[in-house]
T-cell receptor, first 111, second 115 residues
Framework: AQRVTQPEKLLSVFKGAPVELKCNYSYSGSPELFWYVQYSRQRLQLLLRHISRESIKGFTADLNKGETSFHLKKPFAQEEDSAMYYCALSGSWGSQGNLIFGKGTKLSVKP | NAGVTQTPKFQVLKTGQSMTLQCAQDMNHEYMSWYRQDPGMGLRLIHYSVGAGITDQGEVPNGYNVSRSTTEDFPLRLLSAAPSQTSVYFC??????????????FGNGTRLTVT
C-alpha cells in the first residue's frame, strides 16, 4: 500500500539552527515525491519536488530510495519558515489522482 | 487571475441536510480535485476530475457526489450530511493530470461543521 509518514507533528527550532523535516514513504514502484507548505493564513502551495532537484527558499530534499525517505532540510532556519509542511507521494505513473499526503509537520522557528 | 475560488468559507449544517461546496478555477486547468483535512489525518482525496465530463473516486468518496460539466467548475455535493463529514475541505487544480508536469493549486478551504 502507498503510504507517507511524517513522524513529527511539531518541530521547534531556533532561528539560525539547521532544520530537518522527516518524510518516509512506502511504495513498491518509482515514486514521485513533493513537499507542500502552508504558511499562516495562506493557501497550501508546492514547495519543491524531487524530480526537479531544486532548492527553494533555501530548502532541499533528496530522495533516498534505500531508506525510502525524502527529508526536507535547510541549513539555517528563518522565522518566516514557520508553517505547516506536508510531504506527498504520487505513486501511480505520476498521477495527481493518486497523490497521497502525509499528516504534516508544524515547523516553529523561534527568534 | 483569482486562481482557485471556494465558497462558502464556513458552513454549519444539521445532520441530514444537503449542500454543495463550490469550487471554480480560472486557469483553464485540466485536473481538479477535492480533499478533506481532519485533525491528525493530513489531506485525503475525495473525488477528482481529469477533464469536463470525467470524474473518479479518491480515497474517501462515500457520502459525496461530484460532477464536472465545465472546465472551470467542480462542485462537491453532500446529499445527507453526517457529523463524520465535519472537516475542512480543499479544492485543488492543476494544468495536467500528470503530477510531474504541474503542481496543485489549492483554494482557501471551506470549514464545514455538521451538528
Amino acid at each position: 500500500a502507498q503510504r507517507v509518514t511524517q513522524p513529527e507533528k511539531l518541530l521547534s527550532v531556533f532561528k539560525g539552527a539547521p532544520v530537518e523535516l522527516k518524510c518516509n514513504y512506502s511504495y513498491s514502484g518509482s515514486p514521485e515525491l513533493f513537499w507542500y507548505v502552508q504558511y499562516s493564513r495562506q493557501r497550501l502551495q508546492l514547495l519543491l519536488r524531487h524530480i526537479s532537484r531544486e532548492s527553494i527558499k533555501g530548502f532541499t530534499a533528496d530522495l533516498n530510495k534505500g531508506e525510502t525517505s525524502f527529508h526536507l532540510k535547510k541549513p539555517f532556519a528563518q522565522e518566516e519558515d514557520s508553517a505547516m509542511y506536508y510531504c506527498a507521494l504520487s505513486g501511480s505513473w505520476g498521477s495527481q489522482g493518486n497523490l497521497i499526503f502525509g499528516k504534516g509537520t508544524k515547523l516553529s522557528v523561534k527568534p | 487571475n483569482a486562481g482557485v475560488t471556494q465558497t462558502p468559507k464556513f458552513q454549519v449544517l444539521k445532520t441530514g441536510q444537503s449542500m454543495t461546496l463550490q469550487c471554480a478555477q480560472d486557469m483553464n486547468h485540466e485536473y481538479m480535485s477535492w480533499y478533506r483535512q481532519d485533525p491528525g489525518m493530513g489531506l485525503r482525496l475525495i473525488h477528482y476530475s481529469v477533464g469536463a465530463g470525467i470524474t473518479d473516486q479518491g480515497e474517501v468518496p462515500n457520502g459525496y457526489n461530484v460532477s464536472r460539466s465545465t472546465t472551470e467548475d467542480f462542485p462537491l455535493r453532500l446529499l445527507s450530511a453526517a457529523p463524520s463529514q465535519t472537516s475542512v475541505y480543499f479544492c485543488a487544480s492543476s494544468y495536467s493530470y500528470r503530477s510531474y508536469n504541474s503542481p496543485l493549486h489549492f483554494g482557501n478551504g471551506t470549514r464545514l461543521t455538521v451538528t
